[in-house]
């Protein structure tokens, strides 16, 4: 099995890129890890990245001004050196033009903490709780240019408790973010997801691990 090189670009403290570290650890995982990119010198992530052993560089936003261009270039040359396959965003607080987004068709991915279409941007968990909704939970789509939509892989859902606070709902969800990130980064590597429109069929139909996406309780 040839496993795809997966580079993970971060802005922060990685939890997600390390989630996905831990799972492609397994023998049988489709994907490795090879490279994890901050656009923040001292992102938390980078020292998580090293320790286990992955390759890190920081292209700073700040270093070139306002040329996004110049600094999405910059990136992408990174991601060119390391022979790079797919792109795992995780915590990634940088918009990409269409010219990024559009080097990347259908093997770029993020992650958000809300079920998309719902609660786009950011405060998702605060905006949720606004809302009054009974469920919330997370979501991983392939990036198109439009922020926080394209083609959905994968969603997990939890509960919104009476007495949750931002905090609390967020941990909820991050832990749900933690398994469905690297559920959705294998069904990718693999080869099993088509997109048709804005749908993702996923080979091999309903996903079992779906089934484990419902918070033990105490979360
Ligand atoms: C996560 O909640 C993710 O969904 C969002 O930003 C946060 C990043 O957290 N896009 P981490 O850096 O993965 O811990």
Known sequence: MSRKRVACLISGRGSNMAALIEAAKAPDYPAEIVLVVSNVAGAGGLATASAAGIATATVDHKSFGKDRAAFERALQDTLAQHRIDLVCLAGFMRLLTPWFVGQ??????????????????LDTHARALEAGVK??????????????S???????????KDDDTETSLAARVLAVEHRIYPLALRLVAAGRVTVAG??????GGIVPETELLVPSEGT
């Open 198 to 203: 804005n749908r993702c069929r996923i080979d």
């Open 135 to 148: 469920v919330h939970g997370a979501t991983v789509h392939f990036v198109v240019p439009e922020m926080d």
């Open 150 to 160: 394209g083609p959905v892989i994968a969603q997990g859902a939890v509960p919104v």
């Open 104 to 121: 990347w068709p259908h093997l770029m991915l993020n992650i958000h903490p809300a079920l998309l279409p719902s609660f786009k941007g």
